[in-house]
């Protein structure tokens, strides 16, 4: 797993975990700090291979939008009983993503009635994808459940289970599986973004969102670069660089080389709309069962 990658999680975390205990001005200098640092993972990974493309994980996505005032809205993520009518693989590794960005939504909101339910569907789904020794381990889904109601506790678990998950992937060469979960994930955490916004701090979440838009372009040249796409991740690459193009072309972005941070980012409330459309039409495909 690439140490930056590794940092920028324990940032997020960090940031999440101290916002309660720490200045304004120490909270804006950290959250400055990640900015770059998610600015300067991006633009490395313009000139990799596919394979090292810089994708952040759910958990680092929700971080992200939580610390920036994303309400929790129950009944927001995908419910556990979906995972049942997923019948393809691609299906099952889309929502696997899907799922895991919901899980970091749960848990990075303190919900932890609902997160047992949401570990085990990814754990149900794990093996049918072919990822089940990652979560195999009874120690590591103990520690999970006498975890949850301490904040520090459960973001570490969660943290240990993604660098699990990497190890995995580069023992098994399954690069190709975990960009189609990571597209799930992103999908979801940007439909989180979209939905659960508050009017009130709507140049935030708009911010946020368009950090994340920035990953877009890797995700789709990582999506491309998989041999042997079924149909529907074809598809889903297809729309996926539709919204690329349409963020591209957005007026704002004539002068993004002039904005130091996300957090000036302004997007219009047309743009922002039609960019949550996209957004939200992209997830309920990826979702329906």
Not at 54 to 77: D, M, N, R, V
Not at 200 to 214: A, F, W
Request: hydrophobic fraction near 35%; proline fraction near 2%.
């Amino acid at each position: 797993m690439d140490k930056k990658i590794i940092t920028a999680l324990f940032i997020s975390a960090m940031i999440f975990s101290s916002c309660g205990e720490e200045t304004k001005q120490q909270v804006s200098q950290e959250e400055q700090a990640q900015d770059d640092l998610l600015n300067e993972m991006a633009e490395e990974g313009e000139d990799q291979e596919p394979e090292s493309f810089y994708l952040p994980s759910a958990l680092q996505i929700g971080s992200i939008f939580q610390k920036s005032g994303l309400s929790y809205i129950k009944g927001l993520t995908n419910p556990p009983e979906n995972q049942e009518q997923y019948i393809t693989k691609s299906q099952k590794i889309l929502n696997f993503g899907v799922y895991s960005a919901d899980l970091a939504y749960i848990v990075l909101n303190g919900q932890s009635q609902d997160a047992t339910a949401y570990l085990k569907t990814i754990k149900s789904l794990s093996d049918k994808i072919g990822f089940g020794a990652v979560f195999e381990s009874e120690e590591l889904m103990n520690r999970f459940q006498n975890s949850l109601g301490n904040e520090d506790s459960i973001l570490n678990v969660m943290i240990d289970i993604q660098m699990k998950t990497d190890m995995f992937v580069d023992e098994n060469n399954l690069q190709d599986v975990t960009h189609i979960i990571f597209a799930g994930a992103w999908i979801e955490g940007m439909y989180l973004g979209v939905k659960a916004s508050n009017p009130d701090n709507q140049h935030v979440i708009s911010g946020r969102l368009v950090e994340q838009m920035t990953i877009l372009g890797n995700l789709v040249k990582a999506l491309r670069s998989n041999s042997n796409q079924t149909e529907d991740i074809k598809q889903l690459t297809k729309d996926l660089n539709k919204l690329d193009k349409f963020f591209s072309r957005l007026e704002e972005n004539k002068n993004s080389q002039n904005i130091k941070s996300f957090r000036d980012y302004k997007v219009s409330k047309e743009h922002l709309d039609e960019l949550s459309g996209m957004v939200i039409s992209l997830r309920d495909r990826v979702t329906k069962v």
